[in-house]
């Protein structure tokens, strides 16, 4: 959901948490809020606050010039050690 703040000529998006807890959250980036929810997991000066989370992305816009290693639809990825890697394993549009 987008959460505006400020007064109407200065509206700020604010991206939703990928929250605390256990199981896989899947992402679908045509979908306003999972766009803003990957962007900001990419964009983090924090990795370290997803350490040991999976998620897997369902659909990537191609309007974003998403970073390695979130590079294709329809992937597992994990967080180890504070670092992002691509998992080997995919639903290929299961989920």
Request: a negative charge; aromatic letters at 14%; proline letters at 8%.
């Amino acid at each position: 959901m987008f959460l505006p703040s400020g007064s109407a000529d200065q509206v700020e998006v604010v991206a939703p948490e990928l929250g605390s807890g256990q199981g896989i959250v899947v992402i679908d980036t045509i979908l306003p809020d999972d766009f803003l929810l990957l962007k900001s997991i990419v964009e983090s000066d924090n990795p370290c606050q997803y350490k040991g989370r999976v998620i897997y992305v369902k659909t990537l816009v191609s309007s974003y010039p998403w970073p390695d290693p979130f590079l294709f639809e329809n992937k597992f990825y994990f967080n180890e050690n504070c670092e992002w890697f691509e998992s080997p394993f995919a639903l290929n549009g299961i989920i």
